[in-house]
Nanobody
Framework: QVQLVESGGGLVQAGGSLRLSCAASGRSIVGYNMAWFRQAPGKEREFVAVRVMGNGGTHYADSVKGRFTISRDNTVNTVYLQMNSLEPEDTAVHYC????????????????WGRGTQVIVSS
């Protein structure tokens, strides 16, 4: 079992930056694809970014490409999401996910979720 705890959310003006962290415990994240998803009010949860295990690289939703960067530090069992040039449309609860898997050109969440961290971007 993997337990995930997100932090780093908050209120920021449009154009600003935030860095989210996801601290894992219970098991090493080395063997997992690690991802961020988000859910805006009244909308379904959506994929944001994934950092594939090993040297598998990164993948992003089109809406965040060029603005967000996902990274992982396996030595401290933590995943990060650097968010720059934030827009009001980025307002959502952001969730960390472990064991994310690809299928048919899309990324689907694994069974392990954190409780989320709220990001609010004011215009």
């Amino acid at each position: 079992q993997v337990q995930l705890v997100e932090s780093g959310g908050g209120l920021v003006q449009a154009g600003g930056s935030l860095r989210l962290s996801c601290a894992a415990s219970g098991r090493s994240i080395v063997g997992y694809n690690m991802a961020w998803f988000r859910q805006a009010p009244g909308k379904e949860r959506e994929f944001v970014a994934v950092r594939v295990m090993g040297n598998g690289g990164t993948h992003y939703a089109d809406s965040v490409k060029g603005r967000f960067t996902i990274s992982r530090d396996n030595t401290v069992n933590t995943v990060y999401l650097q968010m720059n040039s934030l827009e009001p449309e980025d307002t959502a609860v952001h969730y960390c996910n472990a064991d994310t898997e690809p299928s048919g050109g899309r990324w689907y969440p694994g069974n392990y979720w954190g409780r989320g961290t709220q990001v609010i971007v004011s215009s």
